[in-house]
């Protein structure tokens, strides 16, 4: 009688420790980030250095897309190339349609020629109207697909989109894996041919 009391008091404080042991689980502040550091002293903490290729475009290697139609990432040095402003733009000075083939370089596709907003008119206000009336809503405004002569104002600071890859040691574990509809796609886009699937 006494060792079966004896037995249950045993089992109950193991219990309670237990739960109070779960309870009071401490995660270290070194592993909640992707560094292996302390958060609140971060005096010396070296960042790792950014290493971007060097090989000159023209001897680049092109980099795997992400994803199907994800903009690719630049394989090439970019040195001198930046800033880009309204009348500097290197990159179209090799990636032009015109001229892209005999530079060797992907030209810029038909999607960057293209307006997929309606043209408004802004009114004297500065406000956006469509025959006369004013638009009330920005988000209102109409998706389209009109090509266009020249590159489209939302594409000429290519950067926004395209960057250089830096070759890093310290690479995050990625599970995703991109499933591409055909294997010429990891390599090419044609995003102006399907844009508007899953909407038409
Ligand atoms: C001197 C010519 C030249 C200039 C300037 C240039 N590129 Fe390139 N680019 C190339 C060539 C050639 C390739 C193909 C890879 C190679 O041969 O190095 C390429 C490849 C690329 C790719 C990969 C395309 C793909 O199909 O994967 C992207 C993106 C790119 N360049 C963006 C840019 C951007 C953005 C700029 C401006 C900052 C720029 N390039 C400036 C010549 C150039
Ligand atoms: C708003 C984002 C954005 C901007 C700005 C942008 N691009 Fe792109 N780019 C993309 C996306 C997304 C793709 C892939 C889908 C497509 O073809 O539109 C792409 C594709 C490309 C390709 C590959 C074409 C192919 O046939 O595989 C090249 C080359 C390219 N862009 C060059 C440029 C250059 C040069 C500029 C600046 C003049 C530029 N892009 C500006 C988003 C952008």
């Given at each position: 009688?006494?060792?079966?009391?004896l037995?249950?008091?045993?089992?109950?404080?193991?219990?309670?420790?237990?739960?109070?042991?779960?309870e009071?689980?401490?995660i270290?502040?070194?592993?909640?980030?992707l560094?292996?550091?302390n958060?609140?002293?971060?005096?010396?903490?070296?960042?790792?250095?950014?290493k971007?290729k060097?090989?000159?475009?023209?001897?680049?290697?092109?980099?795997?897309r992400?994803?199907?139609?994800?903009?690719?990432?630049i394989?090439?040095?970019?040195?001198?190339?930046?800033?880009?402003?309204s009348d500097?733009?290197?990159?179209?000075a090799?990636?032009?349609?015109?001229?892209?083939?005999?530079?060797?370089?992907t030209?810029?596709?038909?999607?960057?020629?293209?307006?997929?907003?309606?043209?408004v008119?802004?009114?004297?206000?500065?406000?956006?109207?469509?025959?006369?009336?004013?638009?009330?809503n920005?988000?209102?405004?109409?998706?389209v697909?009109?090509?266009?002569?020249?590159?489209?104002?939302?594409?000429f600071n290519?950067?926004?989109?395209?960057?250089?890859?830096?070759?890093?040691?310290?690479?995050?574990k990625?599970?995703?894996?991109?499933?591409?509809?055909?294997?010429?796609?990891?390599?090419k886009?044609?995003?102006?041919?399907?844009?508007?699937?899953g909407?038409?």
């Amino acid at each position: 009688m006494k060792l079966g009391k004896l037995t249950l008091s045993l089992f109950t404080a193991a219990l309670i420790a237990t739960i109070s042991f779960a309870e009071t689980k401490i995660i270290k502040d070194e592993s909640i980030g992707l560094r292996k550091d302390n958060l609140y002293t971060e005096d010396k903490v070296v960042s790792d250095e950014t290493k971007y290729k060097t090989d000159p475009a023209g001897a680049s290697t092109k980099i795997e897309r992400a994803f199907e139609n994800a903009p690719p990432m630049i394989p090439h040095d970019v040195e001198g190339m930046f800033i880009i402003t309204s009348d500097n733009n290197q990159c179209t000075a090799c990636h032009d349609p015109a001229i892209a083939a005999s530079m060797g370089a992907t030209p810029i596709p038909k999607s960057h020629y293209t307006s997929f907003r309606e043209a408004v008119e802004l009114s004297k206000d500065g406000n956006l109207q469509r025959d006369g009336k004013a638009v009330a809503n920005s988000s209102d405004l109409k998706s389209v697909v009109k090509p266009l002569e020249t590159l489209s104002n939302a594409r000429f600071n290519c950067s926004a989109c395209h960057a250089p890859q830096s070759d890093s040691a310290n690479v995050p574990k990625n599970n995703f894996t991109p499933e591409f509809r055909s294997t010429e796609l990891n390599g090419k886009s044609n995003l102006i041919d399907v844009i508007g699937e899953g909407v038409k």
